[in-house]
């Protein structure tokens, strides 16, 4: 039990949880009256030190501590209780850490043994008003510039989205906790002041924490990467739907302006100019085609790609042509695979070739039966060097701007081939100089 005089506990414990609230309220971007915070204190000190007058060993009050303010932050602020929870350990954490150093240093600068300062009431009082005046100071810094920690800022928002990084980091938060208050339990054993869990106990309950803490941290940042790769995969999804709507919407502007076009090439026969006629019909004839023959291709995420990249082109001045023959749709690989593959390439290859001066790109996919899928992306400009070809396919490596370009999309690109047992080649256009890439992916047997 811990029969120190109410007076000196408060003395101590009333600023620190006048603190704790203090930095939680700054975090959560809540408003704050000195009345307030002062009675929540008060009350939040009288319960710790019921608590710590029984036979309870040292740390299990702070716990419940922790529970209480967590309580008093949703019905007395409306904090959310998800948010309550993190900020609240987060306070904890901050202040648990900023005494473990504080109060350690001030010992060895004064000459004072740390068993002492926590025997003496008064020395107890003197040497944690320090650190509890800095962080209220840096906390008052932080409210007034309305400096926010981004990843809180997310969790503050009803989004669905944060549900797992929430979890994550809410564990990481318990880790921490659990780790400073073990190392804050090893310093009450060692003084021997109060009662504390023997050694044997401190090290086992320290194994057992980081132990859970590593199976848990594993379980959940997978269960994270899993919803991450879904969500991803989703948001693709969308902007594909997003594009086919915009192809069918182009088709039907067509056949909208289907009139005024007839009324256009009845104009040049009128006239008597054929060649102008037969030049406007076949180019009403070939975006007609082309928008048919995007909106018709299988799988449909192709097609949606290949418009996007077309756009692309066209408004960078790269002249971009395609040609896609996939009998039935049927693939060696996934749909998500294959767009993955050419949406790298191309987004490649058009950067290559907007340095050239004659800039064009050309896609060619065919599939069959018999020998599998082949992908040929071809651009104008510069051939890949020797000793940089080797390198190319490397994680992070790219002869880009660094603060652009992730230099993931090639090593993605070769990651994909491997997984199929395809081949990669790196070679030159037939009929102009540049790069072109070529990716045979077999049928898996």
């Not at 000190?45 to 299990?60: A, K």
């Not at 989703?234 to 502007?253: A, P």
């Not at 651009?379 to 060097?385: A, E, K, L, R």
């Not at 999309?409 to 081939?417: A, D, E, H, N």
Request: net charge positive.
């Amino acid at each position: 039990m811990d029969f120190m005089l109410l007076i000196p506990f408060l003395g101590v414990s009333v600023p620190e949880s006048l603190v704790l609230y203090y930095i939680a309220l700054t975090l959560a971007g809540k408003k704050k009256s000195f009345i307030s915070l002062t009675t929540l204190s008060l009350l939040t000190s009288l319960f710790s030190y019921v608590i710590r007058s029984l036979p309870l060993p040292f740390g299990i009050h702070t716990f419940l501590q922790v529970i209480l303010m967590v309580v008093f932050l949703h019905l007395f602020f409306r904090v959310p209780w998800n948010l309550a929870i993190i900020i609240q350990i987060l306070a904890s954490i901050i202040l648990g850490l900023t005494e473990g150093i504080s109060v350690p240093l001030l010992a060895q600068i004064f000459s004072y043994k740390l068993k002492d300062i926590i025997s003496d009431p008064l020395l107890r009082i003197i040497f944690t008003l320090p650190h509890l005046a800095l962080l209220a100071s840096i906390t008052y810094a932080t409210a007034r510039h309305g400096w926010r920690i981004p990843l809180l800022e997310e969790m503050m928002m009803a989004n669905k989205r944060f549900i797992s990084q929430r979890y994550l980091f809410i564990l990481c938060l318990i880790q921490v906790l659990m780790l400073v208050l073990l190392n804050i339990s090893f310093h009450i054993y060692a003084a021997a002041v109060y009662p504390s869990f023997n050694l044997v106990t401190l090290v086992t309950t320290c194994s057992i924490v980081i132990i859970i803490s590593a199976i848990a941290t594993l379980l959940l940042a997978g269960y994270t990467l899993k919803m991450t790769e879904r969500e991803a995969r989703l948001e693709t999804e969308l902007i594909y739907s997003k594009e086919m709507h915009n192809l069918n919407l182009k088709m039907q502007v067509q056949r909208h302006d289907f009139y005024n076009h007839l009324t256009a090439v009845y104009g040049y026969l009128n006239a008597q100019r054929y060649n102008q006629a037969e030049g406007y019909i076949k180019t009403i004839y070939n975006n007609v085609r082309q928008i048919a023959n995007l909106i018709s291709m299988n799988p449909p995420e192709l097609g949606a790609l290949i418009s996007i990249k077309q756009d692309q082109a066209k408004s960078r001045g790269i002249n971009f042509n395609w040609q896609v023959n996939i009998p039935n749709g049927v693939l060696p690989l996934t749909p998500e695979d294959l767009t993955q593959i050419t949406g790298n390439l191309l987004d490649n290859a058009l950067d290559a070739a907007a340095l050239s001066r004659s800039p064009k790109v050309d896609l060619v996919i065919n599939c069959n039966n018999n020998m599998g899928l082949q992908i040929k992306v071809s651009n104008t400009g510069d051939f890949v060097p020797g000793d940089i070809r080797d390198r190319i396919f490397d994680a992070g490596y790219t002869t880009k701007d660094v603060k652009r370009h992730s230099g993931l999309g090639l090593f993605i690109i070769k990651q994909i081939v491997d997984r199929y047992s395809g081949q990669l080649d790196l070679t030159e256009p037939e009929n102009y100089s540049g790069v072109q890439f070529v990716i045979y992916i077999p049928w898996n047997k």
